[in-house]
């Protein structure tokens, strides 16, 4: 049970952040007031690209001391037209993710009632995945570096980190989820076969710690196989654990195929929880749709109920995804899962429905 009071550090950034970390808010406060049974407390964090070209930093002096004394954190999206990407993400999201050590991403995918797979034959139960993503180091441990920039000789390198200690934990901590959810099953996706030092090391350890978890059926997939399994063969699978980079692009195709990028979640952890956790939509900011009011906040509405089952609000996690699928089915839904409603009014329909539903 959760301790049922909770300050929430809310981080909208850029783009379509505002507009769906708006409405994400709006919803919260809507059943917190509707159930009475926990409140937030939100503290607004505008860092975003707007601060970076005014200060030259995204984070302020102190501001991760400020941000680690609250309870969670709820983030929209960082990434600006006149920004390179890799400037923005390394001074935003993974300024935060790397040293609060939330080295669980967690993403999970479903066919959300009253939306469509462009899987032809998958209907609602079908497609229903847990992407547990290594999220501290990896591909994206920012080890390499350029010389002779420019020149045709120059080199580069991106060099892949992978620790004994943080694999084991987080495939531990995939095991933990995979055994939670009914079917008990993980697939455990590396590139062992080309990758043969770090995915090597991965499988053995994933075979160790599978040995803890007897009541887990695990199987196993190259990643590049498991792309077809995703679209052939969607019941098949149940909880994913991998990589930084395999799982971050397995959780995009996951998200594609459930219907829309506009829908999905993602949990970044630290399931020692010394540090808060964050929150996001996993789709980025979007810049052909921002100003338009029709981003789809489904993405947050998931986003905020995974929160508040992290924070220990089962109840209130439970019914804000029955109610966002209660306003699908009723065909309320954005023009990337073929409806024809604004951000506006998917949001005022789910706050009804969460005050319909006490
Ligand atoms: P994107 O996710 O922003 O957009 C991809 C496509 O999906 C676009 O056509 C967009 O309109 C659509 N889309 C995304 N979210 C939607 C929503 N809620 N409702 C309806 N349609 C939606 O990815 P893109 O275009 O590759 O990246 C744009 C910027 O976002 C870049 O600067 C990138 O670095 C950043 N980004 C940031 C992320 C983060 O903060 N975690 C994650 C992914 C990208
Ligand atoms: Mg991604």
């Avoid at 002779?148 to 004994?164: A, D, K, L, N, Y």
């Avoid at 939509?281 to 109920?305: E, L, M, Q, R, Y």
Wanted: hydrophobic share 40%; proline share 5%.
């Amino acid at each position: 049970p959760g301790k049922h009071e909770y300050s929430i550090a809310c981080m909208p950034a850029d783009g379509i952040g505002p507009e769906v970390i708006g409405a994400g808010v709006e919803v919260l406060k809507a059943l917190s007031e509707a159930s009475g049974a926990f409140k937030l407390h939100f503290e607004d964090y505008d860092w975003s690209s707007e601060t970076y070209k005014k200060l030259g930093k995204y984070i302020p002096d102190g501001g991760l001391e400020s941000l680690k004394k609250h309870d969670a954190i709820l983030f929209g999206a960082v990434g600006a037209p006149d920004v390179p990407d890799h400037i923005s993400l390394w001074g935003l999201r993974l300024a935060i993710c790397q040293p609060f050590q939330q080295y669980a991403n967690v993403r999970p995918t479903r066919i959300l009632q009253g939306t469509e797979s462009p899987l032809r034959k998958a209907k609602t139960g079908d497609l229903d995945w847990v992407i547990v993503r290594e999220n501290s180091e990896g591909e994206y441990a920012g080890q390499g570096g350029r010389s002779h920039v420019g020149m045709p000789w120059e080199i580069s390198t991106e060099v892949s980190v992978f620790t004994r200690h943080c694999v084991e934990r987080l495939i531990r901590f995939a095991y933990e989820v995979a055994q939670s959810r009914p079917k008990k099953h993980i697939t455990v996706v590396t590139k062992s076969n080309a990758q043969r030092n770090g995915m090597v090391m991965w499988d053995e350890i994933a075979a160790q710690v599978a040995k803890d978890f007897p009541d887990v059926q695990t199987d196993k997939m190259l990643v590049d196989a498991m792309t077809c399994r995703m679209v052939l063969q969607p019941q098949s699978i149940d909880t994913i654990v991998a990589t930084n980079l395999h799982a971050d692009i397995l959780s995009d195709l996951a998200a594609a195929l459930a219907g829309s990028i506009g829908i999905a979640p993602t949990s970044n952890l630290d399931p020692t929880r010394q540090n808060p956790s964050m929150f996001e939509p996993i789709h980025g900011s979007a810049f052909d749709i921002t100003g338009k009011g029709v981003a789809n906040p489904v993405g947050t509405f998931w986003t905020a109920s995974e929160m508040m089952r992290w924070l220990g609000e089962e109840e209130a996690a439970d019914r804000l995804m029955q109610c966002v699928e209660a306003v699908c089915g009723n065909g309320i839904m954005t023009r990337d899962l073929g409806g024809n409603a604004g951000t506006k009014e998917v949001t005022d329909a789910v706050c009804a429905e969460i005050r319909r539903s006490y």
